[in-house]
C-alpha cells in the first residue's frame, strides 16, 4: 500500500464530543474519532446526530478519521 493512500468509507455520527468533534460508526458496527475540519483547518458544517457522512482513514490508523466535505456542506 503506498504510503500517500486513504481509505474512504460511509459513516454514520451518533454523538458529539466537542464543536468539531464526533464520533461515529460504520456500517458493521465500527466506532471511532471523527474530526470535522479540512486539511488546512477550516471547519465545516453543520452536522446533526444521524447524519450520513463520508469520512477518510489512514491505513496505519482506523480509530480516527476524517470527515470529508461533499458539495452540499462546502460553502
Known amino acids: 500500500m503506498q504510503k500517500n493512500e486513504l481509505i474512504q468509507l460511509d459513516a454514520t455520527l451518533v454523538d458529539v464530543i466537542d464543536d468539531s468533534v464526533f464520533s461515529a460508526t460504520l456500517e458493521n458496527g465500527h466506532r471511532f474519532i471523527a474530526l470535522a475540519k479540512e486539511k488546512g483547518g477550516r471547519k465545516f ?17 482506523m480509530s480516527v478519521a476524517r470527515i470529508e466535505p461533499t458539495g452540499s456542506l462546502e460553502s
Open 45 to 61: 458544517g453543520p452536522f446533526r446526530l444521524t447524519d450520513p457522512v463520508k469520512v477518510v482513514f489512514s491505513p496505519y490508523d
